[in-house]
């Protein structure tokens, strides 16, 4: 079986800061996505890769960047940390389109004061 | 556009209740549609899955039915246990299958008092 790994788990940052979250499979999945998550409003896509050195813009993409260098990672930066935000944000992969399945990695836990 | 709406917010049940979720989808074709459940500082992992409309998906006691007549996805249970607390959240995926844009629903935290 593969594990898809989030670092770090808890991300404490101040206002302004920019803050990169990263996030590790090793199911040999072509696409990988980053989600966020806020109570009483699902899942949001922010970034999308199919493939390695894809990028693909989500929904929320705005105040994000992304990077895809290998097929088994894909890290996320947060561009300027906004003061009071506190988000829990999900790595996902999958073999291939929507239609399969997703794995997520447990989340990283973001407060910034 | 392609939506997915599960209206209850909050589902609080005891042991042995019966459970139900509501889920209704809108979008041009015939979807994939999910239930994903997220367990306490977890990430969402797959419940169920159907991709052929009038089908039933079943796992770990839980059942759906991809209803195109009344373009609902409900989820059930006979009798939800505690362990079944957490949020389940309602995705679907278009036809397309170079979409990679799914569309999750706000989820429903079900808690299960003892």
């Known amino acids: 079986g593969g594990i898809i790994t989030q670092t770090p788990k808890f991300l404490i940052g101040q206002e302004g800061q920019k803050l990169t979250l990263k996030c590790q499979q090793n199911f040999n999945h072509d696409t990988m996505y980053w989600y966020r998550q806020d109570s009483g409003k699902g899942l949001r896509l922010i970034y999308y890769s199919i493939t390695e050195n894809d990028l693909q813009k989500g929904d929320l993409s705005e105040g994000y960047d992304a990077s895809r260098e290998k097929k088994s990672s894909f890290s996320l930066t947060v561009t300027s940390a906004q003061k009071n935000e506190m988000a829990v944000f999900l790595c996902?992969?999958?073999?291939?389109?929507?239609?399969?399945?997703?794995?997520f990695g447990s989340g990283t836990r973001l407060l910034v004061i | 556009g392609d939506s997915v709406t599960q209206m209850q917010g909050q589902v609080t049940l005891s042991e042995d209740d019966f459970l139900f979720i509501n889920c209704t989808y809108s979008t041009t074709w015939y979807p994939t549609l999910f239930w994903y459940v997220q367990y306490p500082g977890e990430g969402p992992q797959l419940l169920l899955k159907v991709t052929t409309a009038n089908n039933k998906g079943i796992s770990r006691g839980f059942e759906a039915t991809y209803d195109k007549g009344t373009t609902s996805f409900h989820l059930q249970k006979a009798s939800v246990q505690e362990s079944d607390s957490a949020v389940y959240y309602c995705?679907?995926?278009?036809?397309?299958?170079?979409?990679?844009?799914?569309?999750f629903g706000k989820g429903t935290h079900l808690h299960v008092l003892p």
């Open positions: 996902a992969s999958s073999i291939s389109g929507g239609i399969s399945d997703y794995t």
């Open positions: 995705v679907l995926a278009p036809h397309d299958t170079n979409a990679y844009k799914v569309i």
